[in-house]
């Protein structure tokens, strides 16, 4: 029987603060167990295992920055949008390390409600891009770089891979800048 006043979501806030404390691989259900006070037996009552657990981090993350980037991206367009998306993205991944980092697998074949969470911030990339005009193709195409180049700097900020005496801020506006370029670019050879 469950724990009285346990729940999934309590069993999903100490997992989160784990992962953002001390980094997704430190969620193991014993931790989140000593944690909330229970044995880890007890939270089989609540999550089925650590992988479905991560799963629940993962989607927790997703929710949070598909937050964060809408509320960014509201009421701007154009290079405005993409860099308040752009720092936007920075923002949460520094700000919740654990749960960003949950965010980065593909859901599994048929989990339905992952893959409709994780559509979220791809959803809200294709709207700031739209005023560029790209194709359905081109547009999955920007989504992947942009993706990419966002994941790949503060996955290197994160892991301490800038050791060049230069502006990390100053970087990143860098590649802002030259994501938009890229847009331009894609938007008058299409």
Known sequence: MPRRGLDREQVVDAAVRIADADG??????????????????????????????????????????????????????????????????????????????????APAAGDAEHEQAAAGPVELVVAVIRPWGLGPEAQLHAVRVIRSALHGFVALEAGGGFALPLDLDDSFEALVTMLVCGLDERAHTA
């Open 24 to 105: 997704l691989q430190a969620v193991r259900l014993a931790r989140v167990a000593g944690e909330l006070g229970v044995r880890a037996p007890s939270l089989y009552n609540h999550v089925a295992s650590r992988e479905a657990l991560q799963r629940e981090i993962a989607l927790r993350g997703i929710a949070g920055l598909t937050a964060a980037l809408s509320q960014a991206a509201v009421g701007r367009s154009g290079p405005d949008a993409v860099a308040a998306l752009a720092h936007a993205y920075r923002a949460y991944a520094h700000e919740h390390p654990g749960c960003y980092a949950a965010t980065v697998a």
